[in-house]
């Protein structure tokens, strides 16, 4: 086997095991009956720290992801989601719930770890493949444990509490793989091909003394001040693209609110529920959602459509669409609409997500995906803290349910407000553009 395609199948491997979580659909239901905390704490006290910790750790966790040569991040976050889940299953109050939070929030900073190890180990011709491979995993993974989550609940042949072992026992396994990732020789920032920097600018003889000379001068601070440099052309560079830059405004915020509806769509439920009783699905609705994303950002990359042309305007239409349909959800009185809705509007949100992601890698250089996608991600968290303290946290308004949903609702339906107005602005550019290019041909004829 090729060693390209053995990285790529331990490194799927470790995905499908560590997205392999069937205990999380069930739990916020999980903590209130048999950890015994109220609705209450669990969303305005326990939910914000994991935002906030993860807020913390991921610019520290980007830098020393590109300095420690991803592996050991890697293994950082396996170790950080076991902790999590031991915790859940055998740790009791609240101080142990907030420090799940904060393990919670290290493990999903040190993704970033994950998402960028294939392209500082594998050849840059086999990028596409090894993406879709792991992101596929990763999908699979989110699949697999949603079917076997529901149909263990739904026969109680698991109940909330067990499900969590599963889990624990699938994180272990990943934390196993994790071992076995071959080690980054080379990174993009701190170790940016020294040696064949260091060989290029030798005598082509054998001096021994130039070339000793030549390493001794790559030092800590010298590494330090190349890695520095490089960030920032490699920011200024991308962000002075005005496509890129709305692209990014997008995926920004409408990140940051699409994670706050998926951390708080548990406890709506709950809300919900208390109407009505019946079966759950929360497994099943998660299990639906992924297996449309899968599908739907499979076409996109399939259909080739003026995105550079149109996609103001289909921005326009997802954002308000995503808008209306979570203010249906802080209104309704029925599950099923509640689910429908959620499936609808996480399918809209991956499909957006895969196009804007896939718009900003074409606009930048190979080298720069690490950097741009992290400070999207990080301005998104930044948001999304926000949205968290003032609407969420015991310390701000700390709304209920309902009236969360219905402000982030007002949240899409704004952002869609905004990308008409650039829409209306771009045609109106288009048309005083063509009307100008008429009037010079008409000059130039006469």
Known sequence: MEKWKWISLILCAYGFFKEFRPSEPFVTEYLI???????????????????????????????????????????????????????????????TLKVVEVLYGLACSTEVAYYTYIYAKVHRDQYKKVTSYTYTAILIGNFVAAIFSQAFVSAKWMNYHELHYLTLVSLTAALAISVFLPGVEKSIYFYRNINSELTS?????????????????????????????????????????PHIIKWSVWWAIASAGFVQVVNYVQPLYETIYSYKTGEIYNAGVDAVHTILSAVMALAVGHVSWPWNKWGESLLLVTSLLQGLLLILMSQTGSIV????????????????????SSEVA?????????????????????????????????????????????????YFVVLGIV????????????????????????????
Not at 425 to 440: M, S, Y
């Open 33 to 95: 009956e048999y950890k015994n905390f109220t609705k209450s704490t669990v969303v305005h006290v326990a939910y914000p720290i994991a935002t906030y910790s993860y807020l913390a750790t991921l610019p520290i966790v980007f830098l020393i992801t590109d300095y420690l040569r991803y592996k050991a991040i890697i293994v950082l976050e396996a170790v950080a989601f076991v902790l999590t889940y031991t915790l859940l299953i055998w740790g009791h109050g609240l101080t």
């Open 201 to 241: 600018n030798i005598d082509t003889g054998d001096d021994k003394a130039t070339r000793n000379h030549a390493e001794e001068d790559t030092t800590y601070g010298q590494r330090i001040s190349r890695a520095y440099a490089t960030l920032w052309s490699d920011f200024r560079n991308s962000y002075s693209n």
């Open 337 to 356: 609409a509640a689910y429908v809705c959620y499936i609808a509007f996480r399918t809209l949100y991956q499909v957006m997500i895969t196009v804007a």
């Open 362 to 410: 074409q606009g930048i250089s190979d080298d720069s995906h690490g950097l741009i996608f992290g400070l999207n991600r990080f301005i998104s968290l930044v948001l999304q803290s926000v949205l968290t303290f003032v609407l969420t946290d015991e310390n701000g308004l700390s709304l209920d349910l309902r009236p969360q949903f219905l402000v982030y609702g007002i």
């Open 419 to 446: 990308f008409g107005i650039a829409c209306v602005i771009t045609c109106r550019r288009r048309l005083h553009a063509n009307q100008d290019g008429r009037n010079e041909i008409s000059a130039n004829s006469q």
